[in-house]
């Protein structure tokens, strides 16, 4: 999606406005005991509540809200009927439809105080996703933005995932130009004005291969290493893109 008039950006804001309101709120509900099973039905709820579809249930074979994804799944964890615990590490992906527009954007927060392992993963996964926005503007590559997320992972000590990636998004959930999360500066698709971005990386304290769980969906590190996700909205726009999903000053620790 490229906005071009006005009233579009007056829309996917409100759209973005609620989908991040309805993520804060799931964050604000994780603490020991819930499961993911739970926070996917109140997901649910609020979408109700705010008048707006769930975007993943349209994609084809899911039947759920969200991606909640713990420690060792790294992306499109299905909601399982597990209590979390202390020390986990929990990443909520969400979307909704509010009056034809897509959202997409991914939180990762810790259950509790963590350890310093995973308090540097974090870190690393939040840095690797927020140092590169600022290069989303007019002119740019796709793949000046996956070359500097890898770099923040891999200076951190951490891989990157190369089989899941950032997308376009707007009057669909995945629109063009892809973003993986690795490249070479100055090559890929070049960023036009207007552009709507999900910006997003897994990143990994693992080699960064996936095993897919037997529900089909969950992907898993291939040693047990434990993932965090970020993922944002912006808009493209020719000297500072627009961050629309707005959660950089979000805690990290519920």
């Not at 249930?57 to 299905?78: E, L, P």
């Given at each position: 999606m490229i906005i071009t008039r006005p009233k579009q950006e007056a829309l996917l804001k409100e759209a973005t406005n609620?989908?991040?309101?309805?993520l804060k709120k799931l964050g604000?509900?994780?603490r020991v005991g819930?499961?993911?099973?739970?926070?996917?039905?109140?997901?649910?709820?609020?979408?109700k509540e705010y008048s707006v579809k769930p975007a993943f249930k349209r994609v084809k074979g899911y039947n759920f809200n969200t991606c909640i994804s713990v420690n060792?799944?790294?992306?499109?964890?299905i909601p399982k009927n597990i209590?979390?615990?202390k020390g986990d590490l929990i990443s909520i992906d969400f979307g909704i439809i509010h009056r034809?527009?897509?959202t997409d954007h991914c939180w990762t927060w810790s259950l509790g105080k963590p350890n310093m392992d995973a308090k540097k993963l974090i870190k690393a996964g939040k840095e690797a996703v927020e140092n590169c926005i600022p290069l989303?503007?007019?002119?740019?590559?796709?793949?000046?933005?996956?070359?500097?997320m890898e770099r923040v992972a891999k200076s951190s000590g951490y891989n990157i995932l190369k089989m899941f990636i950032g997308h376009g998004i707007g009057r669909t959930l995945h629109d063009s130009p892809d973003i993986p999360a690795f490249g070479k500066q100055g090559s890929g698709e070049v960023l036009r004005d207007g552009m709507v971005i999900c910006i997003?990386?897994?990143v990994v304290d693992d080699d960064g291969r996936v095993i897919i769980d037997d529900d089909g969906w969950s992907a898993k590190t291939a040693n047990g290493g434990n993932s965090v996700m970020y993922e944002y909205m912006v808009i493209v726009r020719d000297k500072k893109p627009e961050v629309l999903t707005k959660m950089r000053n979000w805690k990290t620790v519920v």
């Amino acid at each position: 999606m490229i906005i071009t008039r006005p009233k579009q950006e007056a829309l996917l804001k409100e759209a973005t406005n609620i989908s991040t309101l309805i993520l804060k709120k799931l964050g604000e509900d994780i603490r020991v005991g819930i499961t993911p099973e739970e926070l996917d039905i109140k997901a649910g709820i609020l979408c109700k509540e705010y008048s707006v579809k769930p975007a993943f249930k349209r994609v084809k074979g899911y039947n759920f809200n969200t991606c909640i994804s713990v420690n060792d799944v790294a992306v499109h964890g299905i909601p399982k009927n597990i209590p979390l615990k202390k020390g986990d590490l929990i990443s909520i992906d969400f979307g909704i439809i509010h009056r034809g527009i897509y959202t997409d954007h991914c939180w990762t927060w810790s259950l509790g105080k963590p350890n310093m392992d995973a308090k540097k993963l974090i870190k690393a996964g939040k840095e690797a996703v927020e140092n590169c926005i600022p290069l989303a503007i007019t002119g740019n590559y796709t793949g000046d933005l996956g070359y500097e997320m890898e770099r923040v992972a891999k200076s951190s000590g951490y891989n990157i995932l190369k089989m899941f990636i950032g997308h376009g998004i707007g009057r669909t959930l995945h629109d063009s130009p892809d973003i993986p999360a690795f490249g070479k500066q100055g090559s890929g698709e070049v960023l036009r004005d207007g552009m709507v971005i999900c910006i997003e990386c897994q990143v990994v304290d693992d080699d960064g291969r996936v095993i897919i769980d037997d529900d089909g969906w969950s992907a898993k590190t291939a040693n047990g290493g434990n993932s965090v996700m970020y993922e944002y909205m912006v808009i493209v726009r020719d000297k500072k893109p627009e961050v629309l999903t707005k959660m950089r000053n979000w805690k990290t620790v519920v």
